[in-house]
T-cell receptor
Framework: GQNIDQPTEMTATEGAIVQINCTYQ??????LFWYQQHAGEAPTFLSY????GLEEKGRFSSFLSRSKGYSYLLLKELQMKDSASYLC????????????FGTGTKLQVIP | GAVVSQHPSRVICKSGTSVKIECRSL??????MFWYRQFPKQSLMLMAT?????????EQGVEKDKFLINHASLTLSTLTVTSAHPEDSSFYIC????????????FGPGTRLLVL
């Protein structure tokens, strides 16, 4: 089966750094995605990790440890517009590369 | 880029009617399309995976006779909610990938369905 855990909610201050953690237990793990979703909108792609290590992309970075079943999304220099839900999703091996989503972390950025 | 559109963006219908939602990849050929449902304050739940020219693969607990999926071409997949009931009211989102390799999913903007 697939199990993905992330905190339900987080609050951080504008200009600060926040780390959103995700742990997963999946059979046939084949990569981890992070998506951002604003209320009432579809998710937008942020990052993809398949190898261990840190991937940096502007203010956003994502880390993966396959041996620990752990990933985090790091957001630097927080802006008010970063208030959104952040979805961790694991891809599993299979004919169609299915992706299973976690429940998402709702981040609120405060002034 | 990789743009996916959905139509309609919002639909209100009476209980018992059927609703068709279209998902199109606008600037690429989508080998695989996925259909998700999302209830308020919950994450995306995969309903089914569809490939052009073959039958959709439904997730456990999803009624294939109620949620009809047709992937007629490499740029179009449709989801038909048959005999809709109020409990079918939800946010339906499709996504598409270019291939079966290390490809991210590109999401459509979603369709909000309200069944009265």
């Amino acid at each position: 089966g697939q199990n993905i855990d992330q905190p339900t909610e987080m609050t951080a201050t504008e200009g600060a750094i926040v780390q959103i953690n995700c742990t997963y237990q999946t059979s046939g793990f084949n990569g981890l995605f992070w998506y951002q979703q604003h209320a009432g909108e579809a998710p937008t792609f942020l990052s993809y990790n398949v190898l261990d290590g840190l991937e940096e992309k502007g203010r956003f970075s994502s880390f993966l440890s396959r041996s620990k079943g752990y990933s985090y999304l790091l957001l630097k220099e927080l802006q008010m517009k970063d208030s959104a839900s952040y979805l961790c999703a694991a891809r599993v091996l299979g004919g169609y590369q299915k992706v299973t989503f976690g429940t998402g972390t709702k981040l609120q950025v405060i002034p | 880029g990789a743009v996916v559109s959905q139509h309609p963006s919002r639909v209100i219908c009476k209980s018992g009617t059927s609703v068709k939602i279209e998902c199109r990849s606008l600037d690429f050929q989508a080998t695989t399309m996925f259909w998700y449902r999302q209830f308020p304050k919950q994450s995306l739940m995969l309903m089914a995976t569809s490939n052009e020219g073959s039958k959709a693969t439904y997730e456990q607990g999803v009624e294939k006779d109620k949620f009809l999926i047709n992937h007629a071409s490499l740029t179009l997949s449709t989801l038909t909610v048959t005999s809709a009931h109020p409990e079918d009211s939800s946010f339906y989102i499709c996504s598409a990938t270019r291939g079966r390799g290390q490809e991210t999913q590109y999401f459509g903007p979603g369709t909000r369905l309200l069944v009265l």
